[in-house]
């Protein structure tokens, strides 16, 4: 059974940092490329970093430069360090496992946990 538990949510005020971390358990870890989503109400899903088994990253434009994805083929776990926080950062933050070939296809998630929040307000 595939599990993706997320914690380190939680709220901050702009210009503060959170870590989100996520432990995988039931998957080939080293094998699947990880991602991070968020998602706000009535709004799609949006990939923010994904990182490939291989420790090639991408980062949504909106994050780029603020947030770092990482993992830890040891332990199983995939981070997400965010810094510089917004308001508009504010959402649902969701783990994935999934396929992802840096040099040409777009990241696709096969797996997700259930999510934690993160709200940024002064």
């Known amino acids: 059974q595939v599990q993706l538990v997320e914690s380190g949510g939680g709220s901050v005020q702009p210009g503060g940092s959170l870590r989100l971390s996520c432990a995988a358990s039931g998957i080939i870890f080293r094998v699947y490329a990880m991602g991070w989503y968020r998602q706000t109400p009535g709004k799609q899903r949006e990939l923010v970093a994904c990182?490939?088994?291989?420790?090639?990253?991408n980062y949504a434009d909106s994050v780029k430069g603020r947030f770092t994805i990482a993992r830890d083929n040891v332990q199983n776990m995939v981070y997400l360090q965010m810094n510089s926080l917004k308001p508009e950062d504010t959402a649902v933050y969701y783990c994935s496992a999934g396929r992802w070939r840096p040099s040409g296809s777009d990241y696709s998630p096969d797996y997700w946990g259930q999510g934690t929040q993160v709200t940024v307000s002064s």
């Open positions: 990182i490939g088994n291989a420790g090639t990253t």
